[in-house]
């Protein structure tokens, strides 16, 4: 399978940009996205990049892929109180199963 | 259609009882996804259908654990003689195998089990 390694806790202040990073060991993973996970709220999908890309901009967000390093970021710019929830990167190899990380848990202090 | 949907929401039980679960995928989704996420970690695959076969099943379901998707649209999730270590939250998944959408996953808001 895929390890997936995300560091634990950010602590950012508001309008502050947050990078949250996330590491993994399998370099055949075509599909990588970034999840936000609020209190007692299902997994939301905030953004996805494939393998062919080395970064995708959505309004706030900035996805950023280094192949070669394995390593993915989602940068969070203007970051806003709403924004504190635990996120979560993940890949996919083939589209049929999917590898989370640990979960990143954002604190954004107003 | 507003998303995917589980039910119950919350789940208490005994040791030993069975327990079943329901997921409703967002309508006309061919794929349908089952996880589990203990605390402090992220969703962990079980099992996901394509229409009512099952294709693939991780190592993590148990012989206890058994997932069905007769109609190709809601899905239910039974575990057998719970166990303590089956304490979780269990999260379903759709997602359409079309075109260039089959890739992004739509998550209900799980159902969290608690065996005492």
């Known amino acids: 399978g895929e390890d997936v390694e995300q560091s634990l806790f950010l602590s950012v202040r508001e309008g502050d940009s947050s990078v949250i990073n996330c590491t993994y060991t399998d370099s055949s993973s075509t599909y990588l996205y970034w999840y936000k996970q609020e209190p007692g709220a299902g997994l939301q999908l905030l953004t996805y990049?494939?393998?062919?890309?080395d970064m995708k901009q959505d309004q706030r967000l900035t996805v950023l892929l280094n192949k070669k390093d394995k390593h993915l970021s989602l940068r969070i710019a203007d970051t806003q109180t709403g924004d504190s929830a635990i996120y979560f990167c993940?890949?996919?190899?083939?589209?049929?199963?999917?590898?989370f990380g640990t979960g990143t848990s954002l604190t954004v202090i107003p | 259609d507003t998303g995917v949907s589980q039910d119950p929401r919350h789940k208490i039980t005994k040791r030993g009882q069975n327990v079943t679960f329901r997921c409703d995928p967002i309508s006309e989704h061919n794929r349908l996804y089952w996880y589990r996420q203990t605390l402090g970690q992220g969703p962990e695959f079980l099992t996901y259908f394509q229409n009512e076969a099952q294709l693939e099943k991780s190592r993590l379901l148990s012989d206890r654990f058994s997932a069905e998707r007769p109609k190709g649209s809601f899905s239910t999730l039974e575990i057998q003689r719970t166990e303590q270590g089956d304490s979780a939250m269990y999260l379903c998944?759709?997602?359409?195998?079309?075109?260039?959408?089959?890739?992004?996953?739509?998550f209900g808001p799980g159902t969290r089990l608690t065996v005492l």
């Open positions: 990049i494939f393998s062919n890309m």
């Open positions: 993940a890949l996919s190899p083939t589209g049929n199963q999917f590898y």
């Open positions: 998944a759709s997602s359409l195998l079309a075109g260039r959408s089959w890739y992004t996953q739509y």
